[in-house]
């Protein structure tokens, strides 16, 4: 006998798919649009107000200029799904956000200070970079790494760090 899942569950495959197509359906019933060039962005404009949802995941980030409207589309999400409201955007994805009378400002400050901190460099010594020309390396007299993981896993903080500036 061989029996389809109705639901599918934490760890296959298909989860996220399918979390992220009911997410959408909810939404577009709400009225949003899914943008092209950003396909977990979502907008909806009716009349003077103007909502935004951007999607990771299963954290979203709601945005607009209408306080009552984004109460309003909380509470259909509450009723669509389980949810908690976390309030107003502090931090997401290593970059924080501040707000003031002239508008959002973002950095990544504590980010590079958590990879500083990880690779144990938060009291080293700074160097002029970039290097002279034609400098010569001398072979590494440390230690093998231990665990490459934790190289590729810096250098990917590091990646990303320079690809998500604000």
């Not at 639901?7 to 092209?36: I, T, V």
Request: aromatic fraction near 12%; glycine fraction near 8%; charge should be positive.
């Amino acid at each position: 006998m061989v029996c389809k899942l109705q639901k599918p569950l934490y760890g296959l495959k298909q989860a996220s798919h399918c979390w992220f197509a009911k997410l959408s359906s909810a939404l577009k019933r709400y009225g949003f649009q899914q943008s092209y060039s950003g396909y977990s962005l979502f907008t909806l404009f009716h009349k003077q107000v103007h909502l935004v949802v951007l999607v990771y995941v299963d954290d979203l980030i709601v945005g607009g200029n209408d306080s009552t409207a984004i109460q309003r589309f909380k509470s259909y999400l509450s009723q669509c799904f389980h949810m908690k409201d976390l309030g107003k955007l502090k931090y997401f994805l290593g970059v924080e956000v501040a707000r003031s009378q002239r508008g959002l400002f973002l950095c990544q400050r504590k980010y590079a200070l958590d990879i500083i901190t990880e690779a144990g460099l938060l009291g080293a010594k700074p160097v002029t970079t970039p290097m002279e020309q034609n400098h010569h390396l001398g072979l590494a007299k440390g230690p093998c790494l231990t665990s490459p993981d934790k190289y590729r896993q810096l250098v990917g903080r590091l990646i990303y760090l320079c690809f998500t500036r604000p």
